[in-house]
């Protein structure tokens, strides 16, 4: 059974600092590139940071860089989002995903909720 769960959300103030974490179950997690994405209200999902399997190679989208950073610890299948510098149109609910090409195979966590506000 596969899963994806989120953890470390919360609330924060502006210019303070989150680390999500996504623990990674079901599958291989090192076959799989590993994304975290956010949706604020009324707005579509937006790809935050991207991971490679091997953590060789990362993205980022532009509203985050310098400021966020990805990582994934293969061994605990777990991948990480350090939120620096966070700011209000930060908040959005950050879900982790799982994918892979050849066949694509797709997975999705519940996600988890940011809320930045003094």
């Known amino acids: 059974q596969v899963q994806l769960v989120e953890s470390g959300g919360g609330l924060v103030q502006p210019g303070g600092s989150l680390r999500l974490s996504c623990a990674a179950s079901?599958?291989?997690?090192?076959?799989?590139?590993m994304n975290w994405y956010r949706q604020a209200p009324g707005k579509e999902r937006e790809l935050v940071a991207t991971?490679?399997?091997?953590?060789?190679?990362?993205n980022y989208g532009d509203s985050v860089k310098g400021r966020f950073t990805i990582s994934r610890d293969n061994a605990k299948n777990t991948v990480y989002l350090q939120m620096n510098s966070l700011k209000f149109e930060d908040t959005a609910v950050y879900y982790c995903?799982?994918?892979?090409?050849?066949?694509?195979?797709?997975?999705w966590g519940q996600g988890t909720q940011v809320t930045v506000s003094s």
């Open positions: 991971i490679t399997g091997t953590g060789g190679s990362t």
């Open positions: 995903n799982a994918w892979r090409h050849n066949p694509v195979i797709d997975y």
């Open positions: 079901g599958f291989t997690f090192s076959w799989y590139v």
